[in-house]
């Protein structure tokens, strides 16, 4: 599932291709949301929030439009915001106007296409799709804990959020969307290795403002770069410290990488670390010997958790 870097990122390209224009054209192939008519109102920012990217329109009246006046109106005349989440497979992708012929409605893989005079978006395999009044925007995200990567989070005020259970493991803990928002299972492991703290270990044992800086740190970094690596080492392989190396020796002290599982039976997740760097308690490592993700089809579950926020 993308992380928050790869969401932050999206998010920019979108706004930079759309933001302050007018849609010429639009469509959400969606059940729920197959006959809202959007074309003529503006676009009026798309922004990140954790996992989710909130694509912001203008209340009819501001995009100037007369035909979109003239229409039937088929969704409210208020400022919108449409709610897209990538999930697993989802991906917005931008190109120039005339780059590529509009989506045909025979291809399954596309879930929204916004297309302006200059720049399309296409929005393929989106895990959720929601349009509401931007007014109402904390129905959908309200629940969700700050965003890691907002430029006014504080750490200090999301510290109390991860105490809330002092014996939760830290590692569940960070993929708790609820908790904080914008971690996932790869930044879960790097900030944990470069804190040299185990997954399994209680959130009140853990220095919890450095490791949220050390997250924050890298995601951002991540959102900056075309392929994120928390090392610095762009070679294959090379690129994170221990997520997705199991099996693999530790860049730090040699020794052999893990993974086990982390987080409740519904909500299963991979939690890559180093026995020797992060010690501490491992209650799902079974010990045996372990290969790389997705080099080993025991693990497909990792390659494809269930349950999402």
Known sequence: MPEGDTVLRT?????????GRALVRAELRWPSLGDADLAGR??????????HILTRIAPAESAGSA???ARRPTVPDEAL?????????????????????WPSPGRASVRAVLGGAEWTAVGTWLGLLDLIPTAAE????GHLGPDIMADDFDVERAVPRLLIDPRREVGAALLDQTTVAGIGTMYMAEALFVQRVSPWTPVDQVDLPGLLTTARRQL?????????????????????????????PCQRCGGTLRVAEIGPPDKRRPA????????????TDNGR???PLGANPAYREFRRPTGYR
């Open 67 to 69: 035909p979109a006046r």
């Open 42 to 51: 503006t676009v009026s920012e798309v922004v990140a929030y954790g996992k």
């Open 289 to 291: 010997p372990q290969r």
């Open 81 to 101: 915001t449409l709610r897209s989440h990538l999930r697993m497979e989802g991906r917005w992708y931008v190109h120039a106007r005339d780059a590529e012929p």
């Open 11 to 19: 998010a920019r390209r979108l706004h930079q291709a759309l933001a």
């Open 272 to 283: 890559f670390y180093c026995p020797t760097c992060q010690p501490g308690p491992t209650p």
């Open 220 to 248: 951002l970094r991540g959102a900056a770069q075309a392929v994120p690596s928390t090392t610095g080492n762009p070679r294959r392989g090379m690129q994170t410290y221990v997520h997705g190396r199991s099996g693999r």
């Open 138 to 141: 904390r129905d959908l995200i």
